[in-house]
């Protein structure tokens, strides 16, 4: 479904995404991981469109390379950002009604914000707040609503489990399943690295902006590479 | 007591004009990290919309009609042309490009339309004042209170109810994010430049109201009230903006009213002193402009 | 061979000499005027004037009928230190007359230049009186005075029976400053009183203060005067109209302007001073009918009428001095009396090299001006600068 190949992003003179290719098949969830600085979030930046970089990147067939991240969520990929940036002194009414006015209008946009509210009813109880008053995870929540009111076929996820509490963590693994069950394809760059493995078909370790390492959920866990880099047992 | 309430009836119609302007230059800074220094023009941009309605004789309304349309379309064309190519320029290279917009328009403005003032008569009867026994009101000051709080709601509805209000203010916070959303940066920035050109409109038939003429240099006064009203209230915060222009209007009107003879000369530096203090007391501004996480 | 560069060499000088004697019957004057900026409403106009007459002298054999002009024009961008460095660069490319902005600070620089050098120098329409003082003996003003416009006011103020007047004025310029306090020297030396004064910012626009304090006044004033312009004159004038206050207001030339006839009946009943008034027949009306040909706009403004009348100015001292030699230039402009100019006659004999020349008084009517009188201020009455 999403085929990068040669991605090169360059800050400056540093160099952080060093000519990746990876490839994410339609319905599966792949991870991307690493330590930080290895260049995860420049990949998913660099897909979204959000930073300029040279190298190949399609997505069901048609070239994305050079296009404006305003373009590329309008093809159907959706970037939750790392750090969940909410627009805090919006209302989680108004975060969501952004999230899809590009996309859609009238009845629909009201259909599709329905549909978020019932997939996360703490954001139906917390409508009329201002986004910048929620609790982290109630934050993550409504970021991911937010991506998936454009609805796209492939959501890139920066980091969702970041700072939260170990039962907020739990469910947004739960929801990453439960999106997948429902037909989403899933990038998902990921710090802890033993829950994404468990629910990722494929992954790939990424180290200093390159693939060292790559295969199936279990052969990474196997793999020594990551047992001592990622995995602590 | 009369004359109390008379100069604080002054003080808010002063006041709200300042807010109007220092709005304008705000709903720029907060999305696009420009302080737009050619603000000014856009008002005798107005100035003139409205000389050549009246001089091709159309009734009041439609020359009142012209400023707003004549501000609005000459903040989208700057955009366009002069700030959308430096887009990718630092916050310094947009400040001069405003100040090189500025004074190209000012030479434009003196030698192809004319170096003298124009005169821009309103009609008679927005002269008078309105005598309500203990205390009277001019109808400039009246009008200039109601289009200001006419104005200020209108901009809260189009911020809170239309998805491009949304869509500015969501830009002033993470304007990344916003695009990540599939809303088109170029539009978001257009609407915030027709936004501020329209409120230089208003500011500038208020003004205009006042003094009856427009010339090349007319901007430049209330730029500079609109910075330092921008500044006091937190740069880049429009409820700041608001506050900022009618602190600024209040202290001038208030200096200038109950100063002592000798020291009336020095009413700005008094002005000026003043907010100093207020920045020494809040740094940031009055209501700073919430500090967005990245830039 | 030899021969050949004999002729030759004969036939160089031969022109040459020819050139130069040409060349001796052409002068430049430089103008370093603001043709751009805050002083271009007043030096843009003036220059239209002068160049006009320039023209037309040039066509009659040039300056005292001998002495084709050419203009080195420079914009000194209402900027000081341009104006500087434009007359310097002007006297560098020795320039004979020399012409500059209307405003004090300029002009006393670019006299400071010029003055050395032995360069007559005039200020387009500087109306400060000390001008020339500041510079020394090669720098003249050519437009009324501001004590001259003070005191033809409070005369006629006297005149108009009015006790108490209320002065309002501004620190930020010296016309602002000085010809509402020329005024009051002269209005209480005739037996008035000043009940008041009042001080505003140039640019401030919002006069509800001021006005304010003024309807608090008891009694109210007989008069109130002020040498503010634009913006804040109409400025003031609406809100004291509009506060309800009907004393009749004086103001100076920096008001004849269309503006001020603009503001509707509120403005009937100002008076103010000016340079010269276009009444039907006069000199001023004629030229004003013949710049319109030329242009085919009106003059806006006076300016371009003091402009114009500079040349003829100078044409009368070259005249006297029989050549454009700065030290003979200078002392027959200081010695012209009753020259006839435009707005009627002006003299340099006597005057500190400000002219002492006809104002005019008009009043404002039903949205347009007319003649009140138009007078030589004795120069007993006028206050030292």
Known sequence: ?233 | MDIFLQQIINAISLGGIYALLALGLAVVFSIVSLINFAHGELMTVAGYGMFFAIAVSLPFPFALAAAVIFACAAALLTERFAFRPMRKADMTGLLLTSFAVSAILRVLFQNGISARSKAVPLPAELSGAIDLGFFHIGIVPLLSIVTTALSLWALTLFLRRTTLGKAMRAAAEDFQVLRLMGIKANRVIAVAFAVSGVLAGVAAVLWIAQRGSVDPLMGFVPVLKAFVAAVIGGLGSLSGAVAGGFALGILEVLFQAFLPEAALPFRDAFVLGFVILILIWRPDGLIPAPVSRRS | MKSFRIAALAGVMAFTAFSSSAMAEDITIGLATAQTGGLAFADQPSLAGFKMAIDEINANGGLGGKYKVTLDVKDTRTDTAATVQAAQELVAAGVKIMITPCDADPSIAAGQISQPAQIPTLTFCGTTPTIPDAVGDYMFGTYPADNGQATLLAEYAIGKGYKNAYILKSPDSAYTLRLPEYFSEVFTKKGGTVQGEGTYTMGQQDFAAEVTKIKALSPQPDVIMTAAYEPDFPAFLKQLRGAGITAPVLGSDGIDSPTTTGLGAIADGIVHTTAGFPVEGSKLAAFYEKFKAATGAAPETVYVATGYEIPYILDAAVKAAGSVDGPALRDALANLKDVEVLTGKVTYAGTNRMPSRDITLVEIEGGARKLLLTATPAPADVPKP
């Open chain 1, 1 to 233: 479904m999403l085929e990068v190949s040669g991605l090169k992003v360059k800050y400056g003179e540093v160099e952080a995404v060093k000519g990746i290719s990876l490839s994410v098949p339609r319905g599966s969830i792949v991870v991307l991981l690493g330590a930080n600085g290895a260049g995860k979030s420049s990949t998913l930046n660099a897909i979204a469109g959000l930073v300029p970089a040279t190298g190949k990147v399609t997505f069901e067939g048609e070239l994305l390379s050079g296009q404006p991240a305003e373009d590329i969520v309008r093809r159907g990929i959706s970037l939750t950002p790392e750090g969940r940036r909410v627009f805090p002194s919006l209302t989680v009414a108004e975060n969501l009604h952004l999230g899809g006015a590009a996309h859609a209008a009238g009845e629909v946009l009201k259909g599709r914000i329905e549909a978020e509210l019932e997939r996360f009813p703490i954001l139906r109880e917390r409508y009329h707040q201002k986004a910048g008053l929620l609790s982290g995870g109630e934050q993550q929540m409504l970021a991911i609503a937010r991506s998936l009111m454009a609805a796209p076929r492939l959501l890139l996820l920066d980091e969702p489990s970041l700072g939260l509490a170990p039962l907020i963590v739990d469910k947004v693994f739960d929801l990453i399943t439960d999106l997948r069950s429902k037909g989403l394809t899933i990038l998902l760059v990921e710090q802890n690295a033993e829950r994404a493995l468990e629910v990722s078909d494929h992954g790939f370790v990424l180290q200093s902006g390159q693939v060292v390492l790559q295969g199936t959920g279990p052969e990474l866990v196997r793999s020594d590479l990551v047992k001592q880099a990622y995995l602590s047992e």
